[in-house]
């Protein structure tokens, strides 16, 4: 049987095409405080980075409860992009969310190890200087463990 002629292979973007640029997965773990609202900020250090995504996990079963849920958002704390004028904001005491990727995702209380991913429709420019915020609300009575791993292009 002849095969014939092949096309020639197309190559289709995916989710790692990156334009020539590196992914770095950067992992976080946290704690959070029990019946409060914990903060979790990292810094973006890097010039221009590319953000895609990531996902979250609860790490130990039973400790989150029905109530507790998560957000996740990029940031200006320290007025890098020169809007805190413009809006009456403070830097020290005021923040300026610039997109949140996660909004209100409750936790399930018996599932620890699952990921739970969130993502764009393509990447965000993210400036050195700006931060990655991880905003867990607790009504519970004992801390949480959570990691967080973000996708960036650098």
């Known amino acids: 049987m002849s095969v014939g ?3 020639p292979q197309v190559v289709a ?3 790692e095409n990156s334009e020539g640029l590196s992914p770095i997965w ?3 773990l ?6 409060a609202i914990s903060i979790f900020d990292e810094k973006i250090t890097t010039g221009h980075t590319l953000l895609r995504g990531g996902w979250y996990e609860l790490l130990v079963p039973g400790e989150a409860v029905l109530g507790d849920y998560l957000e996740l958002a990029i940031v200006d704390k320290d007025d890098v992009l020169g809007y805190f004028g413009a809006y009456g904001l403070t830097v020290g005491q005021d923040v ?4 949140k990727y996660v909004h209100n995702e409750y936790m399930c209380p018996s599932v620890a190890g699952v990921r739970r991913e969130f ?3 393509g990447v ?4 050195a200087g700006l931060y990655i915020r991880t905003l867990y609300t607790s009504v519970g009575t004992v801390p949480v463990h959570l990691k967080t791993v973000v996708l960036t292009y650098a």
Not at 30 to 35: A, H
Not at 96 to 99: F, G, R, V
Not at 124 to 127: I, L, T
Request: hydrophobic share 30%.
């Open 26 to 28: 950067r992992g976080h």
């Open 30 to 35: 946290y704690t959070t405080t029990p019946e």
């Open 13 to 15: 973007p995916t989710f």
């Open 96 to 99: 300026l969310e610039l997109k």
């Open 124 to 127: 965000f420019q993210v400036m």
């Open 119 to 121: 993502g764009a429709n």
């Open 5 to 7: 002629h092949l096309d």
